[in-house]
């Protein structure tokens, strides 16, 4: 019997883990450039010998992230970019390392310089990204950051940088609790100049709102069936309780 409510006891707790999981993928249904993280159930040996293993029990395995494309949604914001196609944008995570991520909304901090909406730094080829003050942003296909100041009458054109924008395959990446990417490896990937971005939009997230909540239903049922389960061995215990109790009398 304790097998039986093992079992049943670690379904619900991974059903727990999964929930949050799916949970989170519906939060993030209207964050830019967010890509679906995906779990997977798989049976783990509690206890292994030279016989059979015994006590086997579910357990809940982050395989990664759905990097299928999201759509690109025009927004007219200079500062918005948008990754054509495979690719990532370089950024600098709030622990110091280089990650990955494809939201592309961008701002200018109050010292001039481009970081993300969420306050972390982006990452330039030759380093960090100063822009001058007052100055009209650009963007180009190829991540080049221009800035056109006006002086005197005339119009100033110089290139403050370029985005540093990388294509490592997918399997070479990890999904970090902060939603962005690194290698698994650590370390950085290098700049892959076929990698070209669009100015003016961005990438929508690739989670549906509509199956993400499908899989909350399904995930709640199920640890509603595995409670039953429980439910029912309890019952069991207390019936075997009764008739050993009314033999031994």
């Known amino acids: 019997m304790d097998r039986y409510i093992y079992l049943a006891m670690t379904g619900a707790q991974q059903l727990l ?3 949050a999981v799916a949970a989170s993928n519906l ?3 209207s964050t830019s450039g967010y890509k679906a993280e995906t779990t997977a159930f798989r049976v783990a040996p509690l206890v292994g010998g030279a016989g059979m293993p ?3 029990y579910g357990v809940t395995s982050t395989t990664g992230a759905d990097f299928a494309a999201g759509t690109v949604q025009p927004t007219g914001r200079a500062l918005d970019v948008a990754i054509e196609g495979d690719g990532f944008l370089a950024v600098q995570a709030l622990d110091g390392t280089e990650a990955y991520t494809r939201n592309g909304s961008l701002a ?3 010292d001039g310089e481009l970081r993300t909406r969420g306050g972390l730094a982006v990452v330039g080829e030759g380093g960090p990204i100063v822009v001058p003050p007052d100055a009209a942003i650009a963007i180009g ?3 080049t950051v221009s800035a056109t ?3 005197d009458g005339t119009s100033t054109v110089t290139v403050v940088g370029r985005l540093k924008l990388v294509n490592p395959p997918t399997s070479s990446l990890a999904r970090s609790g902060d939603a962005l990417f690194r290698l698994r490896g650590g370390g ?8 070209v971005v669009t100015a003016g939009a961005l990438e929508s997230s690739n989670v549906n709102a509509v199956s993400a909540m499908v899989d909350m239903i399904n995930l709640a049922r199920q640890f509603d069936l595995t409670m039953k389960l429980l439910q029912h061995a309890d019952a069991n215990e207390q019936r075997a309780t009764q008739l050993i109790g009314g033999n031994a009398g």
């Open 27 to 29: 939060a993030n249904a």
């Open 188 to 195: 950085a990937a290098d700049a892959d100049p076929a990698v």
């Open 149 to 151: 100041s006006e002086a």
């Open 141 to 143: 296909r190829d991540g």
């Open 54 to 56: 015994t006590r086997a």
């Open 108 to 110: 200018i901090s109050p």
């Open 17 to 19: 883990q999964q929930q």
